[in-house]
Every structure is written in structure tokens, then in C-alpha cells.
């Protein structure tokens, strides 16, 4: 089916065309003519599929249609987990909103806050952003959103993953009014977890549920290699970016540290690599990101910052380097490739660290994951069954006893009065930081 016959406005179909768009996918023919007739959604279409433009017309579809409601508050934002995807869902809503005479506004994390304010007193129709930083705007009152008309959310499973849920749920409360639509898109949205969260920002929603989120990606070739460690791993690694035929592959890790270490290592064995990750500053996750799609690289490491949403088509190679905690992320991770149809490969290292992440992802995929024997490389690990430990005092005592031996931080203890040193104290440790954070 044709952009042209879902009975859009001839200047949106026309911007589709200068884009040489005009074949719709099958969540934009299904989403688009629920989504402009007012209606909230809820999609899930495969990683790849074309989801940005099926909420993104919708929103133009409905501004140039409808009178807006208040003469300065922005008609419709876009929220997005990472800075990277919202940085690329913007410049995807800027071609469509710029060719109908519509303001965007990027507002994420990192830039700087004054710059986004001021910007923000232009009045632009459409926000494009992360939560967090959107969240700050809102409690600083740069802006209001009495007037918004859609809201979206993509990726919306990783955003509460990533803690977010109190900013999604604030900057919903400002926007609850009787008029506003709400569209939600991910490829996996399977999480239990999510249901509260769907049940609270969606009011009686289409459900349009293309593909199954653990269905492995057909466009995809997946294999799997067993792995005895680090050095193991390395190795394959170092084989296989030898000898695979790609244009460009991304290698995902566990850390920022690992991404680092990784990346430098791949340097040092002359391939043209680079890092990505949140330890990064702005600019350097920009210009990391920008130099990687101009194919400046030819391979990016990165954690799962770099697991969602991206669209960078020259990639036809991904490798887990470990495979992720979580299984969404697996299915994210791979569908860096495999995008609009276009085919890719997808190649996982398991050891014995990966063992549990493994059985978890073997439990929710549909298909079994193809285990490839290196020629050269075959390595001794095959995969263990895992023994659950049943005397739960005995793993009590090693944990006590761990403590005990752990050495204990002090901070001196002041004398208020005297300002002299009177004892020690012991410090309370900070939570651990997530492995990730990505605002
Ligand atoms: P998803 O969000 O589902 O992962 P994207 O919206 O990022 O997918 O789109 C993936 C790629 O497909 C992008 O490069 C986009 O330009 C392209 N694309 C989107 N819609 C169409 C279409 N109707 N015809 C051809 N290519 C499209
Ligand atoms: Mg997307």
C-alpha cells in the first residue's frame, strides 16, 4: 500500500516523496490511519520496521489538521530513551515538520540547559527529547503542556528500564487532559512490568501487534559461538572481523570499561574502531556517533547505549562480545542490522559468564540460536548446566563471612563545637551505579 492512499494530506505524501518514500511498511499502513483519526496506540513491529514515520506522520497529520489549543505550549513531544535515538527520531520529525512549516525543538540531556530554555521560549509545535532532562524543564516551568496534543513514546520498555518511570508518569500528570492522544511503540513490550505503566498513559488503545518480540528477525543471520574467556573471546573476535564481508559492525559489551578496553585493543591491531558509551562527554558521544554514520569507522564497541533505535544502515554486522542481562536487549542489540528489509548477520559469544543470560535468552527466543564450531578456534567451554545451591544457610555463612573480612570506610567524625576530630564513622556506600546510564 502507498502513502498515498491512506488518505493523508497531499503536502505530507508529497515530503514523503521528496524522500523517495512511498511504499508504507506494515505498522505504518496499520498504525497511521488509527493514529490520525485520534486514536491512542499501542505498536510493536520489529526492530528495523519503519515505526518512527508511523507516529511521526500521524503528529503532522493531526497539527496541520487541527486547531491548536493554546497559542504557546508545543502540540506534541517525542520521548526517547538515549540522546543518540532522540537526536535521530528529531531529525526525522524536522524533514516531515519543516516541509509543513512546523517548529522542532531537540531537548535532551547533556546540551546545554540555558540554550534549551531559550529555545523553548520560541514556542516550537513538536519536542523531541529524553525524559529526564524534559522532566527538568517541566519543574523549572520553561514549559507548559496544557496545550499537547499527541504524546509518544518510543522505546518506551527501555525508558522505564532505565528508571525513568516518575519523569514518564510527571510529564503525563502535566499533559492529562481529555484531548490528548498518547501513541507508544517498541518492538518488545512484553515485560510484565510494563502493564501498569501502559495501563496509566493509554486510554483504550489500538493494539496493533505485528511480530512477536522474541522472534528471531528473519532478515538476520544468527550464529553462535561457545567461548572459554576474555582472551578466547578476543580471539574469535579478532577472526572473525578478519574474515566476515561487512560494511560496517557494531560489538557490544557489558561496560563502559569493557567498551574502552575493547575498542583500544581493536585499535591496536590496526582495525579502524571506535567507542561508544555513556562515560563519554556530549561531544564526544556526538561526534563519536556522527563520524561511525559517515562511515568514518568501521567498527563501533559499545554497551547497550547503542542497543536501541539506532539506524545506521551500513551496519550488516553486529557481535555480542557478552551477551545482555536482559533479553530485549538481545533482540535490540541484533536489530542494529537487518533494517528496511536489507539483510545482516549477528554473531553471539557465550562462556561461562554468560551462561544465565544464555538460558534466559534460549527460554524467551522462538528459535534456537545456531551453534557455530570454530575452524581454528574452538575453544573447550560447551556450556554447563547451572546447580542451584539448596542449603541456603551455608551460602548465608559465606556472605557473612565475606563481610566480615570486607574492609570497612571511615570518614573522621568533627567536633562540631571544637571542630576537632573526636572518632571515626563508618561512610555509607552509595547504591551501585547502573551498569549504564544513559541521560
Ligand atoms: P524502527 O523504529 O522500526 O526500528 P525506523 O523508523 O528507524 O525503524 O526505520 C528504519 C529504516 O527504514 C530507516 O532508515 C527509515 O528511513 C526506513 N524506512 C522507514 N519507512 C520506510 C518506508 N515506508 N519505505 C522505505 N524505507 C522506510
Ligand atoms: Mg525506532
Redesign the pocket.
Known amino acids: 500500500m502507498l502513502?498515498s492512499e491512506l488518505g493523508l494530506d497531499n503536502r505530507i505524501v508529497q515530503a514523503l516523496e521528496n524522500q523517495k518514500?512511498t511504499?508504507?511498511?506494515p505498522?505504518?499502513r496499520q498504525a497511521i490511519p488509527y493514529a490520525a483519526h485520534g486514536r491512542d496506540i499501542l505498536g510493536c513491529?520489529?526492530?528495523?520496521?519503519?515505526?518512527?514515520?508511523a507516529f511521526v506522520i500521524p503528529i503532522i497529520a493531526r497539527l496541520i489538521s487541527q486547531k491548536a489549543m493554546t497559542k504557546r505550549d508545543p502540540r506534541a513531544m517525542i520521548l526517547a530513551p538515549t540522546r543518540e535515538l532522540a537526536k535521530?527520531v528529531f531529525q526525522?520529525t524536522r524533514d516531515m515538520a519543516r516541509a509543513l512549516n512546523l517548529k522542532t525543538a531537540l531537548i535532551v540531556g547533556g546540551d546545554n540547559y540555558n540554550d534549551q530554555a531559550k529555545v523553548l521560549r520560541k514556542d516550537p509545535h513538536i519536542l523531541v527529547g529524553t525524559p529526564g532532562r524534559v522532566a527538568d524543564h517541566l519543574s523549572d516551568r520553561s514549559f507548559f503542556l496544557n496545550g499537547l496534543e499527541i504524546l509518544v513514546y518510543?522505546e518506551a520498555d527501555r525508558m522505564l528500564d532505565l528508571g525513568f518511570s516518575e519523569q514518564l508518569l510527571a510529564i503525563h500528570r502535566q499533559a492529562d487532559h481529555r484531548k490528548r492522544q498518547t501513541l507508544l511503540?517498541s518492538?518488545t513490550l512484553d515485560d510484565p512490568k510494563l502493564r501498569h505503566l501502559l495501563d496509566s498513559l493509554l486510554n483504550n488503545p489500538q493494539e496493533i501487534m505485528l511480530d512477536a518480540s522474541y522472534e528471531l528477525h528473519t532478515d538476520i543471520r544468527q550464529s553462535l559461538f561457545y567461548s572459554d574467556h576474555v582472551e578466547h573471546k578476543q580471539a574469535l573476535l579478532k577472526h572473525e572481523l578478519a574474515t566476515q564481508q561487512y560494511n560496517q559492525a557494531i560489538v557490544f559489551v557489558a561496560t563502559k570499561a569493557d567498551a574502552d578496553r575493547l575498542s583500544s585493543w581493536l585499535q591496536q591491531a590496526k582495525l579502524n574502531c571506535v567507542a561508544l558509551h555513556g562515560d563519554l562527554l556530549q561531544n564526544q558521544r556526538a561526534n563519536v556517533i556522527n563520524a561511525f554514520g559517515n562511515g568514518q569507522h568501521d567498527i563501533m564497541v559499545c554497551t547497550d547505549l547503542g542497543a536501541r533505535?539506532l539506524?545506521l544502515?551500513k551496519v550488516n554486522l553486529v557481535i555480542n562480545f557478552d551477551l545482555p542481562k536482559h533479553v530485549e536487549e538481545f533482540v535490540h542489540r541484533v536489530?542494529r542490522t537487518g533494517?528496511?528489509g536489507e539483510k545482516g548477520s549477528a554473531i553471539s559469544f557465550v562462556g561461562p559468564r554468560d551462561w544465565l543470560s544464555y538460558l534466559a535468552l534460549k527460554k524467551h527466543i522462538t528459535q534456537e540460536l545456531p551453534v557455530a564450531v570454530h575452524p581454528t578456534l574452538p575453544g573447550e567451554f560447551k556450556g554447563k548446566t547451572v546447580t542451584k545451591n539448596t542449603s541456603r544457610n551455608s551460602s548465608k555463612k559465606v556472605k557473612n563471612k565475606k563481610r566480615e573480612n570486607a574492609p570497612k570506610a571511615y570518614k573522621k567524625r568533627i567536633d562540631n563545637t571544637s571542630g576537632t576530630e573526636v572518632g571515626h564513622v563508618p561512610i555509607k556506600r552509595k547504591p551501585r551505579q547502573k551498569a549504564e546510564d544513559n541521560e
Open positions: 502513502f518514500l511504499e508504507t511498511t505498522i505504518q513491529a520489529k526492530t528495523g520496521s519503519g515505526k518512527t514515520l535521530q526525522v518510543d511503540f518492538a533505535g539506524d544502515r536489530g533494517r528496511a
